[in-house]
């Protein structure tokens, strides 16, 4: 059993930071842009301001408009339960809950694109279309990079692929290790829609994909999209920084500084890449995540050899 105070942190971490890392992510955009951008704090005030606000429903839209934000928060939080934080266990962890966490963001996906087809707008079906292409090519990039973890461990469950002692495996795996963070982080770049795959802060484009299927939503049920998105953020990034600094020291609290050290790095290194490229033509976008495969590929191969 895990000590009632690892996973009281873990909850706390897992509510309260996702927002914390959209904000650095802005303010790093905002240095290299020659601004002062808005506080860290802003997707904060932003949440609080939409949960006052009433919303507006279509005639047209069924259940599955209102039960879309409600099942992408629901899935995120319980993602970020299997995943161990900080360098310390998991709360929930069984054999095979790595296919658990895989699909429990396709649902979300499905009802985000359900909720998107619900509203009868071509608009937001165009949006639902490309991402439902995109996440069929991202998905065998996750499943891949997750399969070099378990080739190592030995293990079907993310509690002890991400474990402790994933940092001796990078004295033997390394190559291995490297590929699947560039492939995991193209990764969590395609699921969250953050460029070079789409901008979130764009607002009808014909290019736009997450956004353009939310265009519907207003008040408290935007606030739970935003906050699922910021969610889902944070748990695929976890996953990349647990592999890139899986250190374990005997300090309970310099293991969670380390893991949110990790994370505003993480963010950081989001607000350079976002600053420095540009966003890709839809037509490059399977390029890119099929490139991601195939570093996921080479990462299995190195393994066998």
């Known amino acids: 059993m895990l000590p009632i105070a690892d996973i009281s942190i873990h909850l706390l971490v ?5 927002p914390l890392l959209l904000g650095v992510i802005a303010k790093t955009k905002a240095i290299f842009a020659g601004r002062v951008g ?6 904060y005030h932003d949440l609080f301001k939409l949960l006052r606000k009433g919303s507006v429903f279509s005639t047209t839209t069924t259940w599955v408009f209102r039960a ?15 995943i161990p934080l900080g360098h310390h266990r998991a709360p929930l962890s069984f054999t095979g809950d790595l296919i658990l966490f895989a699909y429990l963001f396709g649902l979300a996906r499905f009802f985000t694109i359900c909720a998107a ?5 071509a608009f937001e079906g165009m949006g639902a279309a490309r991402e439902a292409t995109f996440s069929c090519l991202a998905e065998p990039a996750l499943f891949l990079g997750l399969m070099v973890l378990v080739k190592r461990s030995a293990s079907l469950s993310l509690g002890t692929m991400l474990g ?18 560039v492939s995991l982080f193209i990764v969590l770049l395609a699921e969250n829609c953050r ?8 607002h009808l ?9 939310v265009l519907d939503h207003s008040g408290p049920g935007l606030g739970m999209i935003l906050y699922g998105a910021a969610l889902k953020l944070f748990v695929l990034g976890a996953i990349v920084v647990r592999i890139a600094l899986p250190l374990d020291t005997a300090n309970t609290w310099l293991d969670w500084g380390v893991f949110v050290g990790g994370m505003f790095l993480l963010s950081i290194l989001i607000g350079v890449v976002e600053s ?8 490059q976008v399977p390029s890119l995540l099929v490139a991601a495969c195939l570093l996921s590929g080479f990462s299995i191969i190195l393994l066998a050899r």
């Open 14 to 18: 897992v509510l309260m930071l996702p």
């Open 38 to 43: 808005a506080s860290v704090w802003q997707p």
């Open 68 to 82: 879309s934000p409600v099942v992408g928060i629901a899935t995120a939080l319980l993602a970020a339960l299997l």
């Open 117 to 121: 087809l619900d509203t009868g707008s």
């Open 164 to 181: 402790g002692g994933l940092s001796a495996e990078w004295l033997g795996a390394g190559a291995s290790l490297v590929l699947v963070l």
């Open 195 to 202: 460029i070079p795959f789409d901008d979130p802060n764009t």
């Open 205 to 213: 484009e014909l290019t736009m994909i997450h956004e353009v299927m």
């Open 276 to 283: 420095a490229m540009a966003r890709l033509r839809l037509n």
